[in-house]
């Protein structure tokens, strides 16, 4: 089991930066890929950035990259995103996310998550 606890939203302006982070319960965090997804208001759920189980590997969304970094330390079981130059349609709940395997092709789909946090909320005005 892994419980999975967001944090660090909240409202910025456009250009501005915050960084999220997902704290991880469980002994067996280091062992899941983690990933960051986002939903907005009337939209779908959708993929932001992933990262695998040592961090060998990073995955990001085109509508992210060059903006946003994902990161992880299996020490103290966190994972972050760091996100710069946001813009309004970046405005969404994210939710932090672990799989038991992590590719890229399967990356980007929620049905390959087995835990979910609550969600942080991001708005970004412009």
């Known amino acids: 089991q892994v419980q999975l606890v967001e944090s660090g939203g909240g409202l910025v302006q456009a250009g501005g930066s915050l960084t999220l982070s997902c704290a991880a319960s469980?002994?067996?965090?280091?062992?899941?890929?983690m990933a960051w997804f986002r939903q907005a208001p009337g939209k779908e759920r959708e993929f932001a950035a992933a990262i695998t189980w040592r961090g060998f590997n990073t995955y990001y969304a085109d509508s992210v990259k060059g903006r946003f970094t994902i990161s992880r330390d299996n020490a103290k079981n966190t994972v972050s995103l760091q996100m710069n130059s946001l813009k309004a349609e970046d405005t969404a709940v994210y939710f932090c996310?672990?799989?038991?395997?992590?590719?890229?092709?399967?990356?980007?789909?929620?049905?390959?998550?087995?835990?979910w946090g609550q969600g942080t909320q991001v708005t970004v005005s412009s």
């Open positions: 996310a672990a799989a038991p395997t992590l590719n890229r092709a399967s990356m980007s789909v929620t049905s390959s998550y087995n835990y």
């Open positions: 469980g002994r067996t965090f280091s062992s899941y890929g």
